[in-house]
């Protein structure tokens, strides 16, 4: 017996107000409206919800009964709709993010923090891994978005490039060209590695191969099965070298220092489903497209930023390779 909101709307109004000519006022519309709409519905559910008298009316038991669940009814469809309403404009919901990235500075901590503050109520989940992981997880949507870095191009998914980071050799401070500005591979040929069996360990271990291969060297790259913070206590410790983006030199840690590597640069792109309708991942999205935009028209984060706008594809390495 099908009816419409409205209509529990009237039956909750007459009762408020005593009477369909009241209720009829206080909603704009002809008495002669409610109370035929109001019978009708009375037909359908085969009992009367109102008493009727010349001084107006009243509910019967089985009114009292409606009005209450249709009261509860209305909140229920009310908060519904503000939510829905919410979630639609981007303000309300989650996005499910895999990172390839430190988050300790530069462009990623600048994007989180600003969506943070313009859409409070969206949750923000994170998920380290590979690439290969996350595209995984982002074609299954389980991700709505990855942060990778390289210039490979995903079936399935769209992507675009975002930002840049200068690679950073980790030195311990006891270390020949600690006290340098930059160093080139050249300068570190010939020295022990290592990096983590966590990602992006894989990549960096592919990347330092193919760096020093063009050399001339077989670079000495052990894997250890640490994560960062211990990874740079063992470089502090004189177990290696490591290398890293630019990101993480936004932490501090004792016993190491950063030093720029000339020429190398990380490009970063965002990957994600090509039907991902999420609003919340897509007002993520716009502002990532838009910060990428001031960035590179005012050239945040100076020399990184410069340097990538300028950098041709030979000078753009991909580790993911």
Known sequence: MPFEIRHIRYVIAAADHGSFRRAAAALGIQESAISRRIRDLEDRLGAPLFTRSAGGVQLTQAGRQFVQRGRKALSQIGMARAEVSAIGRGEDGEVRIGIFSSLASGFLADLFQAFGQRYKAVKLSFADGNPAEHVA?????????AFLTGLTSWPDCQSQHLWTE???????????????????????AGEPFIVSESAPGEEIHDYLVQRLADLGHHPEIQQQAVGRDNLMQLVALGRGLTVTSEATTGTQFPGVVFRPIVGEILPFRAVWASRNDNPAFLRLLDLARSMARVDQSFGINGSAK?????????????PSR
């Open 166 to 188: 200068r690679i950073f050799a980790v030195l311990p401070l006891h270390h020949p060209h600690a006290d340098d500005m930059e160093v080139t591979f050249g300068d570190l």
């Open 306 to 318: 410069s340097a990538a706008l300028h950098a041709g594809p030979s000078q753009t390495p991909d």
């Open 137 to 145: 997880a982002v074609r299954q949507r389980q991700l709505d978005v």
